[in-house]
């Protein structure tokens, strides 16, 4: 059975850092994975992606670029989101999944699968 636990999220003040982090059980964090965040009203939002296994491609979302690396821990099976700068817009909820690309793997063409966590809350303030 596959799991996905998310934390590591909190409430900082625009600028600061936060690392959340997804532990990965069922499931090898090699395999290709992303972050995404919800907003309420809005959409799914890739943030972050990074393909299979060692040196797997990373691509971010525009709004993120510069300001958030993800990277994994494949001896702790964790996979984690590092995010500086952090600005009032960037406040979601932020999910780990188990990411897909059938028709290659850009931004665009990435997709989540069933395999979602519960999310951590990620608030910035002003």
């Known amino acids: 059975q596959v799991q996905l636990v998310e934390s590591g999220g909190g409430v900082v003040q625009a600028g600061g850092s936060l690392r959340p982090s997804c532990v990965a059980s069922?499931?090898?964090?090699?395999?290709?994975m992303g972050w995404f965040r919800r907003v309420a009203g809005k959409e799914d939002e890739l943030v972050a992606a990074?393909?299979?296994?060692?040196?797997?491609?990373?691509v971010y979302a525009d709004s993120v670029k510069g300001r958030f690396t993800i990277s994994r821990n494949n001896g702790e099976n964790t996979l984690y989101l590092q995010m500086n700068r952090l600005r009032p817009e960037d406040t979601a909820v932020y999910y780990c999944?188990?990411?897909?690309?059938?028709?290659?793997?850009?931004?665009?063409?990435?997709?989540?699968?069933?395999?979602w966590g519960q999310g951590t809350q990620v608030t910035v303030s002003s």
């Open positions: 999944s188990k990411v897909i690309a059938p028709t290659g793997w850009a931004y665009s063409r990435i997709k989540s699968t069933d395999y």
């Open positions: 069922g499931l090898s964090i090699s395999s290709p």
């Open positions: 990074i393909g299979r296994g060692d040196g797997g491609i990373i």
